[in-house]
């Protein structure tokens, strides 16, 4: 039994063919329930009237927002709306192979609390802008996981409606959701997979705002560090003056620069009152746990 959510916002282009194609693949996996929920996000183009021709389809159900609400909340409220525990949610613009949901779901079938395909491909190659911030982000989640993560954001995965709701009230809104899920069941020692998938051509225009959608990115991998572990954040930053010391103490002993030697005891004093903020942070994250 299986709930898949689309959320959708001005896919005209696409959406009744990514139904199609969707229909057909639960249909040939000869799964015993399945259900499709559309939730349309305030589109302004026709997506709306495409999406009233499905109302007599029994397995798809839509979900209407007065406006935009973002990507996270239709995700959210499709999550709220399914029917059955196993989730999978998907894209409406083409980009992600449905037809690799067996793969994913055979992982899935194997105890893992999340399963993600991984972008490949040459339709995912990073553009000149993009890569540096995607690094940097990807920088980030990594040091706060503790671990390796191939795709922070893929939109294509597999979990338990039971195990996400939990989470919902830490989760964005908006693009971020993806990432700040990932973030919120690797801290929290969920088991998360990853396979292989292909990235196809988007059919359509790209939602994602590039610096705004990051910098909110970046906003919600800060607050999932302070929530999920503090301390994490101020070793960070005491890392950074640490460097800084480093550098001050070789301006000093290389060039001669007084204010070097100055800088780097600044530095190392600076690092010692961020680990011990820090510290007491974590303390208060454990109270607040118990």
């Known amino acids: 039994m299986i709930s898949t959510i689309i959320p959708a916002y001005n896919e005209e282009k696409s959406i009744l063919q990514t139904l199609d194609q969707i229909k057909k693949i639960l249909e040939g996996m000869k799964i015993s329930s399945w259900e499709i929920v559309v939730v349309d996000d ?75 395909g991984k972008r490949t491909g040459q339709f995912y190659r990073e553009s000149v802008i993009k890569s540096p911030l995607r690094k940097i982000l990807k920088f980030l989640v990594e040091f706060t996981a503790g671990r390796s993560i191939p795709d922070i954001n893929s939109g294509f995965r597999i979990f338990s409606k039971a195990t996400v ?23 929290t020692g969920k088991t998360v997979h990853y396979i292989d998938i292909p990235y196809h051509e988007r059919k359509g225009q790209t939602k994602v705002r590039l610096f705004k959608d990051s910098l909110r990115t970046l906003q919600y991998i800060l607050q999932a560090i302070n929530y999920y572990n503090p301390l994490k954040i101020f070793i960070l930053f005491a890392m950074l003056c640490f460097m800084g010391a480093i550098g001050g103490f070789f301006l000093s002993t290389f060039f001669k620069l007084s204010t070097g030697f100055y800088l780097g005891i600044g530095g190392l004093l600076t690092c010692l009152i961020i680990m011990c903020f820090g510290l007491i942070a974590d303390l208060l994250k454990q109270i607040m746990d118990k």
């Open 42 to 116: 305030g589109s302004k183009d026709e997506t709306p009237e495409l999406l009233k021709t499905l109302s007599k389809e029994p397995n798809i159900k839509v979900v209407r927002h007065p406006h935009n609400l973002g990507y996270g909340r239709s995700l959210k409220d499709g999550i709220l709306a399914a029917k059955y525990d196993t989730i999978v949610i998907t894209d409406a613009d083409m980009t992600y192979p449905f037809e690799k949901l067996g793969d994913l779901l055979k992982e899935y079938e194997k105890n893992f609390d999340m399963v993600v």
């Open 165 to 187: 709701t939990k989470y919902f009230k830490h989760l964005c809104d908006t693009f971020s959701f993806t990432t700040s899920m990932t973030l919120a069941y690797m801290m």
